[in-house]
């Protein structure tokens, strides 16, 4: 079954590189027209637009960084201008920050992924609720990870993002959903972009990765991207308020598969 998303208008933040770029690209597929925020790489994002452009899509770049009131405000703004409003946002910028036991951990470290994870994320859902609200329809799609629900040493204020993005998530979806608007959550689990090229491209650190997925492989951007389309579409039209793992089993704990 093709998914169709011609006449959905579409923002994705952080869509440069990584998962961003490759949901971005999905959507284009599918028919949507899409908006490519990023914070500093004008070079990739200019890259990607054109990338679309030369498949038959249509695209556009939009500078912001969205743990700023002021730019996110402006980027919607841009947005209107362009496409007249929005129906899908996917909330995808994001940050893992220093890595660092809490007792050594910097407050301004903390801040940073905070700010950008989860201060960010509702900076643009709130936007984007806004125009969604009043057209009385759209969807919220929130990328959180394995790590909202699995701890993850050294990185407390990044699992504390996510955890928290779920939850501002699921209150979000139950003020939406009388007004036609969806809001979810997709959490990737370990997945080969160049935000984790240190783990997967280093032989030891690989196979210990490997250990920790049931399916035995590490994820490609396009897992995460297919079930994004389909979670913006009307096929997922009753879903709202949940999460949505694209993990190979990561959280199904595989330490345990042979018992206790």
Request: overall charge negative.
């Amino acid at each position: 079954m093709m998914i169709d998303l011609h006449g959905r208008r579409v923002l994705v933040t952080g869509a440069s590189s990584g998962l961003g770029r490759a949901m971005a690209l999905t959507f284009a597929v599918c028919g949507a027209q899409v908006a490519l925020n990023y914070r500093s790489d004008e070079d990739e994002a200019s890259a990607l637009v054109q990338q679309i452009q030369a498949g038959g899509g249509t695209a556009v770049a939009l500078q912001a960084d969205v743990s700023d009131p002021a730019a996110v405000a402006a980027m919607f703004e841009q947005a209107d201008a362009v496409w007249g409003g929005i129906d899908i946002l996917v909330n995808n910028a994001g940050i893992d920050g220093a890595r660092a036991p809490a007792w050594e951990g910097q407050v301004p470290d903390w801040n940073d992924v905070v700010d950008i994870n989860l201060t960010g994320a509702y900076l643009c859902a709130r936007q984007a609720l806004q125009r969604m609200v009043r057209q009385r329809s759209g969807v919220v799609l929130n990328i959180t990870s394995v790590h909202e629900r699995i701890p993850w040493g050294g990185h407390s204020a990044y699992t504390a993002s996510k955890a928290g993005l779920s939850m501002m998530a699921r209150s979000m979806a139950l003020e939406a959903a009388p007004h036609g608007v969806r809001v979810l959550c997709l959490a990737p689990g370990a997945i080969q972009t160049p935000i984790n090229e240190d783990v997967w491209s280093d032989p030891q650190g690989c196979e210990d990765l490997l250990q920790k997925i049931p399916m035995g492989r590490i994820g490609q951007p396009e897992d995460v991207a297919n079930v994004a389309v389909f979670l913006a579409s009307d096929l997922a039209a009753y879903m709202t308020g949940t999460t949505v793992y694209v993990d190979g089993g990561m959280t199904n704990y595989p330490g345990f598969a042979h018992g206790g």
